[in-house]
């Protein structure tokens, strides 16, 4: 078992020591590791839906207009709800299954919370 802390950054917990500093072996983050300072990802994401409304891990979301899916024969029409959505860092912040398509990235403009 390592002794050695997960990643703040992407929580992995493949990390080691080079130099006095930890490295992620995942996403190449380092740091001092007498200066860890606990954040979640909420604490460090802050997400509007459309009309300006924070959203959080866990809410429910609904499409505000008609989505083309890549690969898929139709799009994700307006008035679908999402639940359980997970917030994440990026372009496609809004991270989801959808019934009918599966897993995929939402851009939080085109949705409003439920």
Known sequence: ??????????????TYLNDGLM???ECFHEWNPEEVVETSIDDTIKVLDVNGNE???????IVIKDLPVKGMPRPV???TKVKNIRLTDGD?????????FGA???????????
């Open 1 to 14: 078992m390592s002794e050695f802390i997960p990643c703040p950054k992407c929580k992995c917990e493949y």
């Open 23 to 25: 490295v992620c072996s």
């Open 55 to 61: 959203l959080h891990n866990g809410d429910s979301v």
């Open 77 to 79: 029409k307006a008035g």
């Open 92 to 100: 496609h912040n809004i991270d989801c299954k959808i019934e009918g």
């Open 104 to 114: 995929m990235g939402l851009k939080s403009e085109f949705v409003r919370k439920a």
